[in-house]
């Protein structure tokens, strides 16, 4: 695990300035961690929008942030000094609590994006699909959805659900394995919550 205060190497790709990456706020401390009384310095606990990645993010001065607010994981930035991954049992009640509101956030803005997986998932192994991760999703649904994308790519989580019989609410089993992702550090096979920290 890295230091919540530090940043790693996997940093590095979180610093590229061809690639600037967005968490989501999740909690904002502007008065800095309880433990650390000296400190006074604001932190945010955020998601990474592109892998959900946990971060803990710390500020140089005074900021005004909301939770759902977006901010850079550059800690090159100019109001940001420090980045660092956590782990899921390292955030705050409060952070935790809005995991599962910023994770559906996410994905209502980029649903062409978590649709898509539904039209390009593959197959693991040869006994296992990706599609089967997903909460709800055996065989015979499976079957049916890589079925009926070879006749036509799905458009919306409407789509899907019109035209895949018996899977009901795509968008929900999508946000439910993700947070379920992000929430266990021993999970065999992950899709969409990284865990490529150099730890």
Do not use: C, W
């Not at 994905?107 to 994006?113: A, G, H, K, M, T």
């Amino acid at each position: 695990m890295t230091d919540a205060g530090d940043t790693d190497d996997s940093q590095s790709a979180v610093a590229d300035e061809d690639d600037p990456r967005e968490a989501v706020v999740l909690d904002y401390l502007p008065t800095g961690l309880p433990d650390e009384q000296r400190s006074n310095t604001p932190v945010a606990y955020a998601l990474g929008v592109d892998e959900f990645d946990l971060y803990l993010v710390r500020f140089e001065g005074d900021t005004d942030l909301n939770v759902g607010d977006r901010v850079a994981t550059d800690p090159r930035g100019e109001e940001v000094s420090r980045v660092g991954h956590v782990g899921f049992d390292e955030l705050s009640g409060a952070a935790e609590s809005e995991l599962e509101y910023a994770v559906a956030a996410i994905v209502d803005e980029e649903e062409r994006r978590f649709v898509d997986f539904f039209n390009e998932a593959q197959a693991i192994t040869t006994r296992l699909h990706a599609l089967n991760l997903l909460p709800g999703i055996g065989k015979k649904l499976r079957n049916n959805v890589l079925d009926l994308r070879k006749r036509q790519p799905f458009e919306s989580f409407d789509d899907l659900e019109e035209r895949v019989s018996g899977l009901h609410d795509p968008r929900q089993v999508l946000i439910d394995r993700i947070v379920e992702e992000i929430r266990e550090d021993d999970m065999k096979y992950r899709i969409f919550a990284t865990r490529d920290r150099g730890e």
